[in-house]
């Protein structure tokens, strides 16, 4: 069985779809109950608790041989930090799997991971991966470039609605986003997989795009013209010092996100995913929403 930390995310929902399509044993859990579009969830094997609380995690993860963390906090608060859910939460799933003997985590982190890092969410995800590699439990570790499905939830709304977006710089930073069904299938992909066992893979799509590039390309999904504005990167810090305000968005959003020839050729040598375009993707998912 499957034990799926973060069922009601991206990543999560596509775990499950192709679980019950597969019909592969797996249990749910996440903070809130599971909720799927176009799918009754209500007879599905799928446990309501909180990644931070130990004893829940370890009730819920037994009889499991495989744990699959996709949580994600979007937003930290002063009461449910990065730290906390990325790194105490990994810290859980790791007592769990010793308590209940599960062989093997995968996890899903992020591209651009490394300590110091002056984002909280990277550091909180470098500081859940080594506590996992150092844990001797064998792992696998994903760190996507970024998703598809932030240019669907919003750049194509913010498109439609203003005809306006903005960019950090010139705008020719490079992307190299992922379809979530597609890193979905790489983790699925990991159990039992020896090529995938106490390795660290960066994932991405086929393409890459400047930043600029994915915008006019959305805009043309979207049948609507669209402005680019390029704000001052040093006009854009001296904002962010002056208010307080979080600087994780301002230092990811000036990383590029992509990945080497040598991290393509490992994905390519231990999985087979057919990875999908961008472009297909977003036209077939804008319909489902009735937003083209």
Not at 67 to 85: A, W
Not at 132 to 144: A, C, E, K, Q
Not at 175 to 187: F, H, R, S
């Amino acid at each position: 069985m499957v034990f799926l930390a973060g069922c009601n995310g991206h990543i999560g929902k596509e775990i499950v779809k192709k679980c019950v399509e597969r019909s592969i044993p797996f249990r749910g859990f996440d903070v809130k109950p599971l909720e799927i579009k176009g799918m009754d969830t209500s007879k599905l094997d799928v446990v309501t608790g909180d990644i931070t609380n130990p004893d829940q995690v370890k009730k819920a993860a037994a009889g499991a041989r495989v744990i699959m963390d996709v949580i994600g906090l979007r937003k930290e608060t002063k009461e449910l930090t990065h730290e906390m859910v990325e790194h105490e939460g990994m810290k859980n799933l790791i007592e769990a799997a010793r308590e209940n003997k599960i062989g093997h985590i995968i996890y899903i982190s992020v591209g651009g991971v490394a300590p110091g890092s002056p984002a909280k969410t990277l550091q909180a995800k470098w500081n859940a991966e080594q506590s996992l590699i150092n844990s001797g439990i064998t792992y696998t570790i994903f760190r996507p470039s970024g998703y598809f499905s932030d240019f669907l939830e919003y750049f194509a709304p913010t498109i439609i609605k203003t005809g306006k977006m903005q960019a950090i710089g010139d705008g020719t930073k490079r992307m190299q986003p992922v379809a979530p069904e597609d890193v979905a299938e790489a983790l699925l992909q990991s159990i039992g997989n020896e090529k995938a066992k106490n390795k660290i893979f960066g994932i991405a799509g086929l393409e890459v795009f400047s930043y600029n590039e994915l915008v006019e390309l959305i805009a043309k999904v979207v049948g609507k013209p669209v402005t680019i504005a390029h704000k001052s990167l040093l006009l854009l810090k001296i904002m962010f010092t002056l208010t307080g305000a979080s600087k994780d968005f301002l230092y990811r959003a000036t990383r590029e996100s992509i990945i080497t020839p040598e991290e393509e050729k490992a994905l390519k040598e231990a999985f087979a995913i057919n990875f999908q375009r961008i472009e297909p993707w977003l036209r077939e998912n804008l319909k489902k929403q009735g937003m083209i």
